[in-house]
């Protein structure tokens, strides 16, 4: 299981470098085209805005981990064991239910937006926003699985010790 969620976080950090690549070539293009053709092409901007909405909910679905997180956890490591437990479980829970509980009006909202296209692109906006659902959808299994290695093995005795895929 290690090996596979090593190899799915390394296929994501390609898929993640392939967005910031296109972003960051796209940004050159747009340079280019303003201030050397003297003609910018309307369509780079939304390119790069597109390519950056893709690349923040799937980097922060596929590749952030948990311990890459600004946290407050003064009072969870001054916690005993037992109080840190439930303090685990009740955020874990919390933030899954509270994100499984958005996902259908969220996805209601996404998939409306398919009568919109995108000004220059003529992408529909549905298009554009469907990362938002798969990170909901993502995050909401990453806490599920989070609840339930709290359940099995305890708290971490250190805040974000409980990493998916890594040995240790």
Not at 20 to 39: C, D, K, P
Not at 101 to 122: E, G, H, V, Y
Not at 155 to 160: D, F, I, K, N
């Amino acid at each position: 299981m290690a090996k596979l969620t090593r190899w799915g976080m390394k296929f994501g950090e390609t898929i993640a470098a392939a967005l910031l690549g296109a972003m960051f070539l796209t940004f050159l293009l747009q340079i280019f085209s303003r201030y050397v053709m003297e003609q910018p092409f309307g369509w780079t901007l939304e390119l790069c805005l597109v390519l950056w909405v893709w690349l923040v909910f799937f980097g922060n679905a596929f590749i952030v981990r948990e311990r890459d997180h600004v946290s407050f956890d003064i009072l969870y490591l001054a916690a005993p064991p037992g109080p840190r437990k439930v303090m685990a479980l009740v955020s874990a829970l919390a933030i899954a239910l509270a994100l499984a509980w958005s996902l259908l009006p969220t996805w209601d909202w996404i998939d409306f937006l398919k009568i919109k296209k995108s000004a220059t692109l003529k992408i529909p906006m549905r298009t554009i926003y469907s990362i938002y659902a798969v990170f909901l959808v993502i995050v909401v299994l990453r806490y599920v699985w989070t609840f339930v290695h709290v359940l099995r093995h305890g708290a971490p005795s250190e805040a974000h010790e409980i990493h998916v895929g890594e040995e240790g």
